[in-house]
């Protein structure tokens, strides 16, 4: 099973290597992918130097991370992903950036390979196919961070409304890809 997923994900080399200390691979990881965590901390932080800060921090996470990588859970880029919009959110949440994120949805984040990635276009489907309002209360939890509560403030309906969008939302996105059984 490993070894089809190293298949299907080239980067998962280049972690190997980087977990046997080679330097030259994290290069290759960080060159290979740091437009896209860029643009995806900028998402979130809106600014720049910020986002820098945040970019460098976390190719130091996966350098130091990567013997921990199991390429089963997932593609490297998605791992690398989740780190950054972890650390963009507590960065965002933290004094010194005050919370003034736009809409920052799913579909405006570009990315040369996830455009061939045929999990790209699952997602990207799966996202399309959602009411509004479910993808709206998923954009607010996943790129801006917010609580539920948070997110009822924002939007103005009750914690429960809210709650429920995120349960059916997570439902139908699950059922989607292929995660579930059932489509809420």
């Given at each position: ?126 996202l399309g196919g959602l009411p509004a309002d479910q993808r709206q209360a998923i954009e607010l939890a ?43």
């Open positions: 099973m490993e070894q089809a997923v190293a298949a299907a994900d080239p980067d998962v080399d280049l972690v190997r290597a980087m977990a046997a200390g080679n330097q030259n691979a994290l290069a290759e990881l960080y060159e290979r992918h740091a437009d896209l965590m860029l643009g995806l901390a900028l998402r979130i932080v809106r600014n720049r130097r910020e986002a820098e800060d945040l970019l460098h921090d976390v190719f130091l996470e996966a350098w130091r991370a990567a013997k921990d990588f199991d390429p089963n859970r997932g593609r490297v880029r998605t791992w690398l992903a989740i780190r950054m919009r972890s650390r963009a959110l507590d960065l965002q949440k933290s004094a010194r950036v005050s919370r003034n994120a736009g809409d920052s949805g799913l579909d405006r984040l570009e990315d040369q390979e996830a455009r061939t990635s045929p999990d790209h276009g699952k997602v990207r489907a799966a996943y790129f801006e961070g917010l609580s539920c509560s948070e997110i009822s403030e924002r939007i103005s309906v009750p914690i429960g409304t809210v709650k429920s969008r995120l349960a059916a939302a997570m439902s139908k996105l699950r059922t989607t890809l292929g995660y579930g059984k059932e489509a809420a």
